[in-house]
């Protein structure tokens, strides 16, 4: 499956974006699929990830509260709105397909396809 992400751009502090990742080529089910970022100079990081058959959940705990992961099944994506962003949000956001179990959903390890990133930028 291929995926593109898309929907960064340059926001204000408290403001908010919502991220895509549409799939071709298969559909998300029976996947899960994840949301990752990598500030400049940081290494990769979970953020949140979405098990496509039946919508569970998992968030990095800095996003709860905050950001939300959810998916539309006509459209085949999976979207990532975030909210109250801040400075320290700002990295470029990919996605990726795979199968971990739940408490492995912020293994990068597990995600076999991923997109080519969307970059956020949150100004103070």
């Known amino acids: 499956v291929q995926l593109q992400a898309s929907g960064g751009g340059l926001v204000q502090a408290g403001g908010s974006l919502r991220l895509s990742c549409a799939a071709s080529?298969?559909?998300?089910?029976?996947?899960?699929v994840g949301w990752f970022r990598q500030a400049p100079g940081k290494e990769r990081a979970f953020v949140g990830a979405?098990?496509?058959?039946?919508?569970?959940?998992r968030y990095e705990d800095s996003v709860k509260g905050r950001f939300t992961v959810s998916r539309d099944s006509a459209k085949n994506t999976v979207y990532l709105q975030m909210n109250s962003l801040k400075p320290e949000d700002t990295a470029v956001y990919y996605c990726?397909?795979?199968?971990?179990?739940?408490?492995?959903?912020?293994?990068?390890?597990?995600?076999?396809?991923w997109g080519q990133g969307t970059k956020v930028t949150v100004s103070s």
């Open positions: 080529g298969r559909s998300f089910r029976n996947y899960v």
């Open positions: 990726a397909v795979g199968q971990p179990i739940l408490s492995a959903f912020d293994q990068s390890g597990l995600y076999r396809n």
């Open positions: 979405i098990k496509w058959n039946g919508g569970t959940t």
